[in-house]
């Protein structure tokens, strides 16, 4: 019983091993559709300011966001002919 | 890849009358780009830039994690890639297959090896060794600042007709198209939409409101045939050409006005996805169908009798197609967004030629676009009511006179088969393109509606084009307050409203009428503006070259200044020939002058002294753009004197070294 609920067990982890470089991809995937199309990265923000600004308090998703797209839109030209 | 690439070639100049695969298109310009990609852009980055991957770029020693980033070089060549093609390699090499397709094939392929990804590379270099500075300050800082202005007006000059012109070829894609038109208003509330949707429903979410977006707008597509069979409907929804340009006119100035989040960075993100997805489908349509050509490939038309658009092949082929050959544009982008992003220096290669060569391939999918139509619908459709009449009756008459066919009905069956009201004389370019489009992608999917696949070429352009009006006006607006700032400090606060507002204004009216006048123009507008264009997108690149020249000079690498020179000196025999001959040909089809007289010499009308005013301006515009492109390389050729003469110290003002972390190859 035991040896079959370890086995139950198992094969849950097993399938978790092998779903996470499945998700960890997707989510690669995506991180990388952003970056070619100009797409803020939060998650990538909160972890660029853990790095180099400790101790104060990061943007908000929506504060990252605003101040990503009036850079990036709000002026130099991002669009040619 | 050599033997393939001459084997294409060789096939391309042999077949004279007679139907050739598409894929040797293809075929000789992958072929070349591949060659000159493996050597010259190599001998470019080693010797001539001598790039090193010991030196830190600006995106590593700036990282901010906003603008400056480093970025892996796939993924910036996807990003840079994006930025630099739009409508431009779509429409140039349409509109110069009236000289048949083998210039525009030339062209297209020489000029992106020998000139526009050398030019693109070169700027890209400078400005990562600059911390990303732009062209006019750099060409302030190592010229002189007679060139820094120069290159300043050159800019603005460029804007405002290069804003007028593709806002033309929408105008004169969507007049008289219900189903057109229903979609790209469409995309109006879609963007507002989706711009809510990222600031507030879910903060930054820019793919999930992007793949919501997509699905409206597909579905607006499918939509748009309901539209235009219902009579209510398709009334509503069909405006004719002075009305479109208005609504343009009232678009541009809100965009420009509102937050970018609202309208601009959604609209943006959508055309930036249907960007890329269409250019890799439509490459993926060609090889699978491999479609014939059926233009001939040198018209008789290469002697400047073009009805299309006057003028010879030299210098007319160059001018019409800038983006795709050479496109001074693209030096903006080169030292605007890219160069903060590059990883490592060898990268640039990649991104700076490579990205610019991928633009020529674009370019080349519109020549077969265009060699796949029969001449007789291609001429039917991209020339003037003036020369064709109005009936397609007319039209075959007058393009039997040329040696072409157009049997009667066809026109007629090929706009119901398309979903439109007439094809005839829709100029511009974007409805040929639709129409070779919907060919080739509707052979891929057989039995699919062609006329969703031309409603889906004319959106996809469409929203292109207004991507670009969009971004465009707003740099007009920015680059006219720093003007502004000059003459009275408070203009030049870019968020101040009153300055943002007077400063859309000026730059809307004035592209705004420009196209107005090319909607009213009985010749339809393309005719005269579009070499204009031309002209200044080429002054533009030969403001960059200059700058690339003297820089090289300055870093004491004269023996391999001709890399830059070469293009240059081609760059200034075409703009200034062009230039001369638009202004004061005798031809009054050609010269705005001669056109002048002509209309002087007829009845006085109500619409002749504005016509005789137009032609005068589009001189003087041209006549501007002459002289600019004379002071910066004489600005230039001065500084290499200087310099050469050992008068003045080889100086460079690059970023100094700091050593990189990322080890090469990594």
Not at chain 2, 25 to 32: D, F, P, Q, Y
Not at chain 2, 294 to 306: E, L, N, Y
Not at chain 2, 565 to 590: E, M, S
Request: hydrophobic share 55%; proline share 4%.
């Amino acid at each position: 019983m035991a040896a079959g609920a370890s086995g139950i067990e198992g094969g849950r982890a097993a399938a978790q091993a092998r779903e996470r470089p499945v998700r960890r991809s997707l989510g690669g995937l995506l991180a990388v559709v952003r970056q070619i199309v100009g797409a803020p990265d939060y998650g990538r923000y909160l972890v660029h300011h853990a790095a180099c600004h400790p101790g104060t308090a990061p943007l908000s998703a929506r504060e990252h966001y605003l101040e990503f797209v009036s850079r990036r839109f709000g002026g130099g030209a991002t669009r040619c002919c | 890849m050599a033997a393939l690439g001459a084997t294409a070639f060789a096939l391309l100049a042999l077949s004279r009358g007679e139907s050739i695969s598409a894929a040797w298109i293809l075929c000789a310009g992958v072929a070349s780009y591949a060659i000159a990609y493996r050597f010259y852009a190599r001998f470019l980055a080693l010797k001539v830039f001598a790039l090193d991957d010991r030196r830190a770029t600006p995106a590593e020693r700036l990282n901010n994690d906003r603008d400056f980033v480093p970025t892996n070089k796939w993924v910036l060549y996807g990003h840079h890639f994006s930025a630099i093609a739009g409508a431009g390699p779509l429409i140039g090499p349409m509109l110069a297959s009236q000289f048949g397709f083998l210039p525009g094939t030339l062209w297209l392929i020489a000029g992106v090896v020998a000139g526009g990804a050398v030019q693109d590379f070169t700027i890209l270099v400078l400005s990562m060794r600059r911390d990303g500075k732009s062209l006019g300050q750099m060409a302030k800082e190592e010229v002189n600042s007679v060139a820094g202005v120069a290159a300043m007006l050159a800019i603005l000059a460029i804007m405002i007709i290069l804003l007028a012109v593709l806002a033309l070829v929408v105008v004169n894609a969507l007049r008289s198209s219900p189903w057109g038109l229903f979609i790209i208003a469409s995309t109006i509330p879609i963007a507002l939409l989706m711009g809510w949707w990222m600031r507030s429903v879910r903060p930054g979410h820019v793919l999930e409101a992007s793949a919501i977006g997509m699905v409206l707008l597909l579905g607006a597509l499918v939509a748009g045939q309901w539209v235009s069979r219902d009579p209510t409907w398709s009334r509503w929804f069909t405006w004719s050409g002075t009305d479109l340009s208005f609504a343009m006119i009232v678009y541009g100035f809100f965009a420009s006005v509102l937050p970018v989040w609202l309208l601009l960075a959604p609209r943006g993100y959508l055309s930036t996805f249907l960007k890329i997805g269409t250019v890799l489908v439509l490459a993926g349509a060609i090889l699978v169908v491999l479609p014939q050509t059926r233009m001939p490939a040198i018209s008789q038309f290469v002697d400047g009798t073009g009805p299309v658009f006057a003028g010879k092949v030299f210098p007319f082929a160059f001018i019409t197609i800038a983006c795709g050959a050479i496109s001074g544009f693209h030096a903006l982008i080169a030292s605007g967004t890219t160069p903060k992003m590059v990883m490592r220096e060898s990268e640039s290669r990649m991104i700076g030629y490579g990205g610019m060569l991928m633009e020529s391939f674009v370019g080349l999918m519109a020549v077969i676009a265009a060699a796949t139509l029969e001449p007789g619908v291609y001429f039917a459709m991209n020339v003037p009511s003036g020369v064709l009449g109005t009936t397609g009756d007319s039209a075959a008459r007058v393009i039997a006179q040329w040696g072409f066919t157009l049997h009667p009905g066809q026109m007629e069956a090929l706009a119901r088969q398309m979903g439109e009201a007439t094809l005839l004389s829709r100029t511009g370019g974007a409805p040929s393109l639709a129409v070779g489009m919907a060919a080739i992608l509707g052979g891929v999917v057989k039995g699919s509606g062609l006329a969703l696949w031309y409603h889906f070429a004319i959106m996809f352009e469409a929203l292109f084009i207004l991507t670009t009006v969009d971004a465009g006006t707003r740099v007009g607006r920015f680059m006219l307050q720093e003007l502004g700032a000059h003459l009275w400090k408070p203009f030049g606060r870019t968020s101040w409203y009153p300055s943002i507002v007077l400063s859309s204004a000026l730059i809307v009216a004035g592209w705004g009428y420009f196209l107005y006048q090319g909607v009213v123009d009985p010749l339809g507008g393309i005719n005269s503006l579009w070499p204009l264009f031309g002209i200044a997108n080429q002054l533009l690149a030969a403001v960059a070259l200059c700058v690339g020249t003297t820089v090289l000079i300055k870093m004491e690498k004269q023996r391999y200044a001709w890399t830059t020179l070469v293009p240059l000196a081609w760059l200034a025999a075409v703009t200034l020939t062009a230039g001369w001959q638009k202004v004061f040909a005798a031809d009054p089809r050609l010269g705005f002058l001669s056109h002048a007289r002509v209309v002087a010499r007829g009845t006085a009308t109500a619409s002749s002294a504005r016509l005789i005013f137009n032609d005068r301006l589009d001189a003087a515009l041209a006549l501007v753009f002459m002289a600019v492109v004379l002071v910066v390389i004489a600005a230039s050729a001065r500084e290499w004197w200087l310099v050469l003469s050992r008068r003045k110290a080889p100086t460079v003002n690059e970023a100094a070294f700091v050593p990189s972390a990322y080890a090469a190859g990594d």
